[in-house]
């Protein structure tokens, strides 16, 4: 009867997150004791004179809601009451979020039609970054990134960095059609172009990297520039505050360096009255350098910039870099950077990074490999996946923190052969933002829930993709910085605007349904 398929079925019932699971099985499938020696009889173990004697109980679950939970002593029957929930869309989706990305049986529903809903006014959704100089009235951004406030929920506000060293801390708190722009605040840490811009974990600083080879740390407060960071030879590409240390952050340049300041240390003398500090650490050719041919003169040979880092949220003294030579993610441990068994002398320490990725994703769909433009790391549905944004016009996935590649994504439409163009993930780790250098002012959201559960391997070539891509058009030539907030995605393009991107599915719809008439007020997805 054990080997018959009509043996009876067991269930086993989870409720780790409210979801009920049935999982069958036959009765034949459970271990079985092994066949006694002697006449076949399983001997029974004889109890003690003052020992009760135990039952096993059945567990039966009650048919009815109403039914309460039983147990008695002298019965061999426990009935167990397991509560029902109520399934909607929105409880689904929320329950599936707070699975782990890596279970490939448990997907997330789809959100095409939430990203697709996402919509721009032409009058109430644009900000224009002023020009300094007579001869322009705009100037183009380069960077920017919402307060960590903004993405928790809060005000909104957005800081843009320009071409002129200038930024503006925009708020971009949804209004009515023809309502007056929120006053804005304007600085100006540097006179030439900013590439990166931080707030730090409070939201009181600003970190600007820029191409006059400083890192400047000024106060959204008072407006006033409080500290000069020098140590770079060549322009700072990027630059990420420590999350769990409020004094600490690190920079990446153009010169292959990777620079940890610490703003209790005055180490430099004063500039004009302004704190000027040098890194603390300092690794040099953190990406290697490239390969000058033999001859007679000796060429000194050019270290691999740095474009882009970031702190996991995991591991506070660990930082991930990439650089502009290949697809190879580091990792460093910045407690202990050095590498002991190096020979050097003890004042030039040799810096290893603590792993690396073990291949070059980049070098899978062409002759060379390519390099990083930008990085974003995945939280909620998509944690534990870095996600990269490569020079050949392709979006990459990472295991971390094993940094293995896991596979790639593009768009036939999506082109990133800038180091301009940078990826942001939103707050709910649902959705991926990229920029493009089309000069069709395109910008395009992925849906990155169920992206760690596609492929089980970078090796596996899959016709899945991560989702359809939604793409936007509502600028005129490269967007390069994007970012999040709470329910809204800032887009930057070349000619002075920034854009923002609002959920609204009766506007959508109303577009849809009448695109010539609602086409001089909105812009949405294409």
């Known amino acids: 009867m054990l080997d018959s398929p009509e043996a009876p079925r067991l269930e086993i019932f989870s409720d780790a997150t409210n979801v009920r699971e049935n999982l069958h099985f036959y009765a034949s499938q459970l271990p079985t004791p092994a066949t006694p020696l002697g006449d076949g009889k399983v001997k029974r173990r004889i109890s003690q004179s003052d020992e009760t004697p135990t039952k096993k109980p059945r567990l039966l679950v009650a048919e009815s809601s109403n039914d309460a939970i039983h147990f008695d002593a002298e019965m061999d029957d426990v009935v167990v009451k397991r509560r029902g929930c109520r399934r909607t869309v929105f409880r689904t989706l929320g329950l599936a979020s707070n699975s782990y990305p890596a279970e490939p049986y448990r997907m997330l529903l ?34 920017s990134a919402y307060s960590n406030e903004a993405k928790r929920g809060g005000v909104p506000l957005l800081a843009v960095a320009t071409e002129q060293g200038s930024i503006h801390i925009l708020n971009t708190t949804k209004r009515t059609e023809w309502d007056c722009e929120p006053a804005r605040v304007t600085l100006q840490p540097h006179d030439n172009g900013i590439f990166d811009v931080k707030w730090n974990a409070d939201d009181t600083l600003l970190a600007t990297a820029s191409g006059d080879k400083s890192t400047r740390i000024s106060s959204v407060e008072t407006q ?35 620079c940890l300041y610490d703003l209790r240390v005055n180490n430099l003398s004063d500039r004009d009255e302004i704190a000027a500090r040098s890194a603390v650490i300092t690794i040099t ?32 003294h660990g930082l991930v870099s990439s650089g502009s030579f290949d697809g190879l993610l580091h990792y460093w441990d910045l407690r202990l950077p050095s590498d002991k068994s190096s020979k050097r002398s003890p004042k030039k320490p040799s810096y290893k990074p603590l792993f690396s990725s073990t291949m070059d994703p980049t070098t899978f769909h062409g002759a060379r490999c390519r390099g990083i433009t930008s990085m974003s790391q995945g939280s909620g549905p998509s944690a534990g996946l870095l996600f990269a944004l490569g020079a050949d016009s392709r979006l990459y996935i990472y295991s971390y923190p094993t940094l293995t590649p896991l596979r790639s994504e593009a768009h036939p439409d999506l082109q990133t052969n800038s180091f301009y163009v940078r990826l942001a993930t939103s707050p709910c780790g649902r959705w991926l ?20 559960r596609v492929a089980l391997s970078y090796g596996k070539e899959t016709d899945e993709p991560i ?60």
């Open 110 to 143: 789809p959100s095409r039609n939430i990203l697709q809903s996402f919509v721009s006014s032409h009058t109430s959704d644009v900000f224009k970054c002023h020009s300094r100089t007579v001869d322009s009235f705009v100037t183009p951004p380069y960077a």
């Open 224 to 258: 006033q520039l409080l500290s000069i960071l020098d140590g770079h030879t060549s322009t700072v590409k990027c630059v990420a505050w420590d999350p769990a240390h409020r004094d600490l952050l690190t920079t990446g340049g153009r010169d292959g360096m990777l």
């Open 285 to 316: 050719a953190a990406h290697g350098q490239d390969k000058v041919p033999g001859g007679r003169h000796k060429i000194r040979p050019l270290p691999r910039g740095i474009t882009n880092i970031l702190y996991p949220n995991d591991r506070p």
């Open 433 to 452: 933002a990229s920029g493009s250098t089309n000069r069709a002012g395109s910008l395009f959201l992925f849906d990155i829930s169920n992206a760690g």
């Open 467 to 526: 989702s359809p891509t939604v793409r936007f058009r509502g600028q005129s030539g490269e967007i390069g910085a994007v970012d999040w907030a709470r329910d809204m995605v800032a887009s930057c393009a070349d000619d002075g605007t920034v854009r923002i991107w609002r959920p609204d599915l009766e506007v959508y719809q109303n577009c849809i349904s009448n695109s010539e008439e609602q086409k001089w007020d909105w812009f949405w997805s294409t």
